[in-house]
């Protein structure tokens, strides 16, 4: 408590958008970024590979082994705001020009933000889109997971990791995205997780790949999953 004290001495809780001292959002920043608010909350059903036990292979004519038809699991999408404006600036800010003072600003708008934040506190874990270790030493810091650590709920580090340093997502279009993204995330201390109700938390949600991508991953421990994004994108992809 007084190293906190200490610090905000030094370096005073601000408005992550106007600058004001005293809270992490200013009462009138908050009431514009409420504009983009959506608090969307739906089902998606995603297809998961099946394991390689016996009971899940058959074997053709020509004695191939393959696969029994891939599973669907339902999984929570929640979604706060439109990616549009505002949050699209403070977004971009935050992932690209060193502002981690901003992870304060998102969770205090996740945490005062009754609706979404009582279905958050339903998972027994929370976990960060991970980035790739080169990534994140290059921003300095890997911004889904700053968010995660202010929320007051149970979070698990290094569980999902990404061993794919990849370029991108935004650089590509929809059908190279779900290519390239593809096994690029691993589980590891599958213990910590396993048939735990996990909630992954990620920043921007556009296509859905990275996503689903970490969803099925996630799914080799747990089979009850949810997906928090501070925003959704709805532009449309040709």
């Known amino acids: 408590m007084i190293l906190e004290n200490v610090l905000n001495l030094f370096f005073p809780i601000k408005c992550g958008v106007c600058g004001k001292i005293g809270l992490p959002i200013c ?5 514009i970024i409420k504009k983009y608010e959506i608090n969307l909350v739906e089902n998606d059903y995603i297809e998961i590979e099946n394991s390689m036990s016996s009971k899940n292979i058959i074997i053709d004519q ?4 393959k696969l029994k038809n891939n599973s669907k699991i339902k999984v929570q999408k929640i979604f706060l705001y439109k990616y549009d404006d505002i949050v699209r600036k403070l977004l971009i800010n935050y992932k690209f020009n060193d502002a981690s003072y901003l992870a304060d600003t998102f969770a205090y708008l996740i945490k005062n933000n009754k609706k979404i934040y009582d279905i958050l506190k339903t998972y027994d874990i929370i976990l960060s889109v991970p ?7 290059e921003r300095g810091y890997n911004q889904t997971e700053l968010i995660v650590r202010k929320l007051g709920l149970k979070y698990e580090n290094n569980c999902l990791i990404k ?13 190279k995205r779900k290519t390239e993204i593809k096994d690029v995330f691993k589980i590891q201390r599958i213990e910590k997780i396993k048939n735990k ?7 921007i949600y556009t296509t859905g790949s990275t996503a689903n991508e970490c969803i099925k991953t996630v799914s080799r421990a747990t089979k009850n999953i949810g997906f928090v994004s501070i925003a959704r994108d709805y532009m449309k992809y040709l």
């Open 197 to 203: 109700k996990v909630l992954i938390l990620d920043d």
């Open 62 to 65: 020509a004695n191939n082994y």
């Open 163 to 175: 061993v794919k340093n990849i370029k991108p997502q935004s650089q590509n279009d929809v059908e």
């Open 131 to 137: 980035l790739h270790r080169k990534r994140e030493i």
């Open 27 to 31: 009462n009138n920043c908050e009431k």
